[in-house]
């Protein structure tokens, strides 16, 4: 009995330990949450906002699927025709890693596929749609 006890508390101790140690992904997702004050985010949203077509950014660039592409885990190119690696994480493992980097990115292509910035929802709806790709 004090055996299986002593077990017990060992698992809870490394599930916490697991939970404590979230990587750059699990902390962006979360300052989007603090920042979005969000009830959640959802992939489907995610998925809703990568395929949208916008009229409110540049003509060129109306949808994040112009040069990141369709398929999420195959590459993507740039209007200049130069390969972007897959935005899908099960295909690019590295990425969403350097969080100075995704914001970056997010400021410039909402600006030009939207017109403006993304939401922290947005961000954070979108994040978990390529998190789960
Ligand atoms: C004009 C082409 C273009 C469009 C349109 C575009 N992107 Fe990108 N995106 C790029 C390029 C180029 C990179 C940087 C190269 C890379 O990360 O492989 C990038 C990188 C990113 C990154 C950073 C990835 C990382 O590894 O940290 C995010 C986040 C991102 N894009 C989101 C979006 C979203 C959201 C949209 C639609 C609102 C969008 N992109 C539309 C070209 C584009």
Known sequence: MKNTL??????????????????PRED?????AAAAKSAGFTAERGRALHTRIFASGKPDTPACTT???KNTRSAG???AGKPIDPVAVSAAPGRYTDPAKVEKWFTRNCNEVLGRECTAQEKGDWLTY???Q
């Open 6 to 23: 002593i077990v017990v508390a060992g698992v809870a101790a490394l599930a916490l330990s697991a939970a404590g140690s979230a990587g």
């Open 28 to 32: 962006l997702l979360a300052r989007y």
């Open 67 to 69: 040069c990141h592409g």
């Open 77 to 79: 190119r740039t209007l």
């Open 130 to 132: 390529m998190v789960g």
